[in-house]
Structures are given as structure tokens and as C-alpha cells.
């Protein structure tokens, strides 16, 4: 068994309905360890990067609204991202997520307990769970910056980035 990563989001739909202790209870049956967390507040590039591979479907631009949780507003307009890190993570966690369809998902799945179909046809699924070991790394790679994950799984470089905007904490 290998040890793998990959990147799990509770989207918006998991946020408004107060689902994210349940989800990461549910996900905690694994004994996976987290690597990675944030609350990411998702723009239309990252949706659409993070979409990439949907693009040319006619849902594609109510996915990207959905994920950055457009249609719920405020305060859910949000999802919280994790990595995920353990032996065979990815094929476990995307057992206990349950199939992407809720329809079709285990009912004691996360998709099947808590998932729903719009009448748009989006998946409301809460969850999104990487696929394989490449689209974890891409995933990863797309929603956290290497100094974000406590374990270097990765390989990276340094390197000296002038004239950066950064936002930083005021000083009084």
C-alpha cells in the first residue's frame, strides 16, 4: 500500500448546511492525517482552473458558480480545503465520500447522506474528493502554496520574487 495525498473541499452547499463537523467525522474513519487547512474564499479562475477538465459542458459555468458558492451568498461563499495524507488515501476517501452523483452514492456516504441534484442538474455533493494521484498533485498544487502543507510532499525551489503584492498584517 502506497501513502498518497490528495485534496478534499466541504463546497459551499456542506458550509450552509452546517454539515463540516459530520463530514470531517465521517472522513476521520479513515485514520488519514491532515497535512493541509484553510477557508478559501473561491475566484473564477481558481473555479474554472480547478473545472478545467469540464469545460466544454453546458453545466460548466453553474459549476463554477457553484463552487464558489455564488449561489448561496454570504457567509457561505466559501469552502474549506484540506489534505488529506495515508496509506491508500484516495481510493479510501473517495469511499467514504460516496459516488459524485448522489443519487447514485452509498447512503451512508457523505454524498448519499447529505447531497442532492438541483434542478439546474449541478450536483450539490458537498464534498469534492481527488480522483487519482495526478489530479491530486494538481489539485494540491492549485489550492495551496507549499509553505500551507506542514510535510514537503512535493518537490520545490526557492526563489527570490521582487515587486510581489502582499497583504500583511497592519502594524499599529
Given at each position: 500500500?502506497?501513502?498518497?495525498?490528495?485534496?478534499?473541499?466541504?463546497?459551499?452547499?456542506?458550509?450552509?448546511?452546517?454539515?463540516?463537523?459530520?463530514?470531517l467525522?465521517?472522513?476521520?474513519?479513515?485514520?488519514?492525517?491532515?497535512?493541509?487547512?484553510?477557508?478559501?474564499k473561491?475566484g473564477?479562475?481558481?473555479?474554472?482552473?480547478?473545472?478545467?477538465h469540464?469545460?466544454?459542458k453546458?453545466?460548466f459555468?453553474?459549476?463554477?458558480e457553484?463552487?464558489?458558492?455564488?449561489?448561496?451568498?454570504e457567509?457561505?461563499?466559501?469552502?474549506?480545503?484540506?489534505v488529506?495524507?495515508?496509506?491508500?488515501a484516495?481510493?479510501?476517501?473517495?469511499?467514504?465520500?460516496g459516488?459524485?452523483?448522489?443519487?447514485?452514492?452509498?447512503p451512508v456516504?457523505?454524498?448519499?447522506?447529505y447531497?442532492?441534484?438541483?434542478?439546474?442538474?449541478?450536483?450539490e455533493?458537498?464534498?469534492?474528493?481527488?480522483?487519482?494521484?495526478?489530479?491530486a498533485?494538481?489539485e494540491?498544487?492549485?489550492?495551496?502554496?507549499?509553505?500551507e502543507i506542514?510535510?514537503?510532499?512535493?518537490?520545490?525551489?526557492?526563489?527570490?520574487?521582487?515587486?510581489?503584492?502582499?497583504i500583511?498584517?497592519?502594524?499599529?
Amino acid at each position: 500500500m502506497a501513502v498518497e495525498q490528495l485534496l478534499i473541499l466541504i463546497k459551499p452547499d456542506g458550509i450552509k448546511k452546517s454539515l463540516t463537523g459530520n463530514i470531517l467525522t465521517k472522513l476521520s474513519e479513515a485514520r488519514m492525517v491532515i497535512i493541509g487547512a484553510k477557508a478559501v474564499k473561491v475566484g473564477k479562475e481558481l473555479a474554472e482552473q480547478h473545472y478545467y477538465h469540464l469545460k466544454d459542458k453546458p453545466f460548466f459555468g453553474e459549476l463554477v458558480e457553484y463552487i464558489q458558492g455564488k449561489i448561496y451568498g454570504e457567509p457561505w461563499d466559501r469552502v474549506l480545503a484540506f489534505v488529506y495524507q495515508g496509506e491508500d488515501a484516495i481510493s479510501r476517501m473517495r469511499k467514504i465520500a460516496g459516488a459524485t452523483n448522489p443519487e447514485e452514492a452509498d447512503p451512508v456516504s457523505i454524498r448519499g447522506a447529505y447531497g442532492r441534484i438541483t434542478t439546474k442538474g449541478v450536483y450539490e455533493n458537498v464534498v469534492h474528493c481527488s480522483s487519482d494521484p495526478a489530479e491530486a498533485e494538481r489539485e494540491i498544487k492549485l489550492w495551496f502554496k507549499p509553505e500551507e502543507i506542514v510535510k514537503n510532499i512535493y518537490d520545490t525551489q526557492k526563489i527570490i520574487a521582487e515587486k510581489e503584492e502582499k497583504i500583511i498584517w497592519k502594524q499599529k
